[in-house]
């Protein structure tokens, strides 16, 4: 069972991953702006973060470059989960820090399997 973070601010967005992942075995947390996700994933050590881009007080690319500046953090793999889907905005995510990026709107199985890719795990489902 793995820890992930989430860090989305629109509530619609947020139900939906808490709606997807309760198909699996992984404990949920959330963070509703930037800043709360970086002091979250820096307290809780989480095994994945699902990152908004456009997020109040500190941006998504913000967020994954100040984690990924710092050695203890760099390790937790970063997916961008975001609606900036124009054409350079997954090169721009990665520049930041994403390790992934899955543009809104998504296919719940997107979610799944990029939790399985970074995990090491089958299947990310029960």
Known sequence: MALILHVEDNP???????????????????AVNGQEGLEMAMKE?????????QLPKLSGYEVA???KAD????????????SYA?????????KAGCDAYIAKPYKPVEILEGLARFLGEESGER
Request: glycine share 2%; proline share 4%.
């Open 12 to 30: 619609s967005n947020r139900k939906v991953i808490q709606h997807i992942l309760r198909r699996t075995t992984h404990r949920l947390i959330e």
């Open 45 to 53: 050590l989480p095994d994945l973060i699902l990152l908004d881009i």
């Open 65 to 67: 470059r100040r984690l």
């Open 71 to 82: 050695e203890k953090f760099r390790q937790i793999p970063i997916i961008a989960v975001t």
């Open 86 to 94: 124009l054409s350079g905005d997954d090169h721009k995510a990665i």
